[in-house]
């Protein structure tokens, strides 16, 4: 079984940082892609951020030059440096990750979430 539980999120005032954490725990070999989305209030779930095959990092226009995501393979962590914040950067926020639980074996799997709140 694999657990994504992620970290980090809180209050913050605009113009702050937030760094968040998610690792992931369990039968873990080694991590495919990973990425970071949001869900504010009435909205659909969005990517924010991702690293694909080949190490390949892709980013929502919106978050572009203020955040960063970046992960440690060697403790199963993906993390995303949130700078700048705007009250619009207020969501859930979730992990996604292709945990990989054998060579060949994998499971797409989400963490449970962490608030960011961006005061004004």
């Known amino acids: 079984q694999v657990q994504l539980v992620e970290s980090g999120g809180g209050v913050v005032q605009a113009g702050g940082s937030l760094r968040l954490s998610c690792a992931a725990s369990g039968s873990v070999f080694s991590l495919g892609p990973t990425g970071w989305y949001r869900q504010a209030p009435g909205k659909q779930r969005e990517l924010v951020a991702r690293i694909i095959s080949g190490g390949t990092i892709n980013y929502a226009d919106s978050v572009k030059g203020r955040f960063t995501i970046s992960r440690d393979n060697a403790k199963n962590t993906v993390y995303l440096q949130m700078n700048s914040l705007k009250p619009e950067d207020t969501a859930v926020y979730f992990c996604?990750?292709?945990?990989?639980?054998?060579?060949?074996?994998?499971?797409?799997?989400w963490g449970q979430g962490t608030q960011v709140t961006v005061s004004s």
């Open positions: 996604n990750a292709v945990v990989y639980i054998s060579q060949y074996v994998w499971r797409d799997s």
